[in-house]
């Protein structure tokens, strides 16, 4: 707290004593409300707050720019979360004999620097260092070729956090870029790169991009001890995205060379279309070839699934429609579905209540074969509000 302290002592000062550089500060309150129902365990109610503080100064004419923020979250209810009722029976009764604790235990209050990077820009050159975002693929369910940022499937605040990294861009044209990153891992040896090249395909119309990496793979387990397998994992992805007989279509996968363990690859693919009404549908499979194809799917994959937010089936498929009720009003069903059966249902309502304001209203139930990726008999409400200022 006492970092933290002096951290805004030292913008509140600056801001003060150079109005010139004078340093932007923004973000949004938000408090959830999620209670969960289960056919497999007991009611929960998870009751959290967070604060987040953007703060950014430079940029415009200026050739260097800093943003950043800060989140404080905190949890007003019970932290530890029982996973048993994500689990088949037979998964979670393997986990019991072995002893493995089934739960997943929240920091009671966390306070963290989400991203803090200072950006340089000449011409078409740009150089960021810092705690920045990394995300790269038009994909919605799963990004394939996203391979710095950890997924957490079970934080209702989730944002993708920062990631500390150098990267350096290169623009031209419409869509031309190319991307080179490091990422600094615990050894020297251990840092990730990444390279990426796009551009646009004006003779049909399509954004396309190669993409290679090499980093410090920990999302997979030993099968006997469950320990984190840590290796080199090298990938080369391919993405694009555009139009084809009037509807949005998308592509994005990548093959996996890993150093220890199998060999895989990954690929999501999707396409939209927006009526004359407004109705928005869309569709997206993903092929994840690192995970088994029928069920009862291994101990491995499920914990795989939980800690990294790693795919635990083969296939998965996502389907929604989404509509304007009102002016402030949005509705939308999402479908989260694979071929072994399971499924779950997404049924969510967006609606600003002030100008500052909005509140989020969106279910979860699951149904189908009890060994599914989507276990049946869990059911949770969520209710969002959203303040900024």
């Known amino acids: 707290m006492k970092v933290f302290s002096h951290f805004f002592s030292i913008i509140i000062i600056a801001s003060i004593s150079a109005p010139a550089q004078a340093i932007d500060l923004s973000g949004y309150y938000e408090n ?3 209670p969960e129902y289960s056919d497999r365990a007991e009611d929960h109610l998870l009751d959290a707050s967070k604060l987040r503080l953007d703060f950014s100064t430079g940029g415009g004419d200026d050739n260097l720019e800093f943003r950043g ?10 932290i530890i979360l029982d996973v048993t009722p994500y689990l088949p029976e037979s998964i979670a009764d393997s986990l019991h004999e ?25 011409g078409q050159l740009r150089l960021r260092a810092g705690r920045q975002q ?6 919605y369910s799963f990004n394939p070729t996203d391979l710095f ?3 957490d499937l079970f934080d209702p605040t989730y944002e993708k956090e920062g990631v500390t990294a150098l990267r350096l861009d290169y623009r031209w044209g419409i869509g031309g870029q190319v991307a080179l990153v490091t990422v600094p891992g615990v050894k020297l040896d ?5 390279l990426r090249i796009a551009t646009h395909v004006s003779a049909i119309g399509y954004d396309a991009a190669l993409t290679l990496h090499q980093i410090e793979d920990s999302t997979s387990l030993d099968p006997d001890s469950l320990r984190s397998l840590h290796q080199r994992r090298r990938a080369v992805g391919l993405d694009f995205s555009g ?26 693919a999707g396409f939209d279309y927006t ?23 291994p101990v491995t994959d499920w914990l795989e699934s939980i800690y990294f937010g790693e795919p635990v089936a083969r296939y998965r498929f996502l389907a929604g429609i989404r509509k304007d009720l009102s002016d402030l009003v949005e509705g939308s069903v999402y479908w989260f579905g694979g071929a072994d059966g399971s499924m779950v249902l997404n049924p969510r309502l967006d609606a600003s209540i002030a100008q500052n304001a909005d509140l989020t209203l969106f279910g979860a139930a699951t149904f189908g074969k009890k060994d599914g990726q989507f276990p049946p008999g869990n059911y949770a409400v969520t209710a969002r509000v959203t303040v900024y200022f």
């Open 134 to 139: 990394l995300s790269w693929g038009p994909a």
């Open 275 to 297: 009526l004359e009404n407004g109705l928005y549908m869309m569709f997206e499979g993903l092929y994840n070839g690192r995970a088994e194809d029928k069920t009862p799917y």
């Open 149 to 151: 940022h950890k997924k």
């Open 98 to 122: 072995r002893e493995i604790p089934a739960e997943i235990r929240l920091d009671r209050s966390r306070i963290f620097l989400d991203n803090a990077y200072l950006t340089w820009r000449i």
């Open 69 to 78: 923020n800060v989140n404080f979250i905190a949890y007003h209810s019970d």
């Open 32 to 34: 959830t409300l999620m």
């Open 243 to 268: 139009g084809l007989l009037g509807l949005g279509v998308w592509l994005e996968g990548n093959y996996n060379l890993m150093e220890t363990g199998d060999d895989f690859t990954r690929i999501a």
């Open 190 to 194: 251990q840092a990730g790169y990444a």
